[in-house]
Nanobody, 120 residues
Framework: QVQLVESGGGLVQRGGSLRLSCAASGSIFRIVVMGWYRQAPGKQRELVATITSGGTTNYADSVKGRFAISRDNDKNTVNLQMISLKPEDTAVYYC??????????????WGQGTQVTVSS
């Protein structure tokens, strides 16, 4: 069994910063990809950023230059540093990970979500 636990959401003003963290625990052989997604009210969940075990990153166009994703492979954690936040960044942010629980068994796991609210 694998768990992802997020922390770091909250309320911030336009132009402010927040840092989200996510820790994976449980039966983990190797984490292939970790990432962050978000879902605003009335909208579909969308990709924010991902990072592979080798450090290759991918960002949504809307956050490039403002958000930075990083991970610690030894601690099974992933972080999302967000600066220059905008009201349109308001959403529930979800941690996601593609995890090998054995050499041949992979699963897709989600955290419970953390609210980020940016006021204007």
């Amino acid at each position: 069994q694998v768990q992802l636990v997020e922390s770091g959401g909250g309320l911030v003003q336009r132009g402010g910063s927040l840092r989200l963290s996510c820790a994976a625990s449980g039966s983990i052989f190797r984490i292939v990809v970790m990432g962050w997604y978000r879902q605003a009210p009335g909208k579909q969940r969308e990709l924010v950023a991902t990072i592979t075990s080798g450090g290759t990153t991918n960002y949504a166009d809307s956050v490039k230059g403002r958000f930075a994703i990083s991970r610690d492979n030894d601690k099974n954690t992933v972080n999302l540093q967000m600066i220059s936040l905008k009201p349109e960044d308001t959403a529930v942010y979800y941690c996601n990970a593609a995890i090998l629980t054995t050499m041949v068994s992979m699963g897709d796991y989600w955290g419970q979500g953390t609210q980020v609210t940016v006021s204007s």
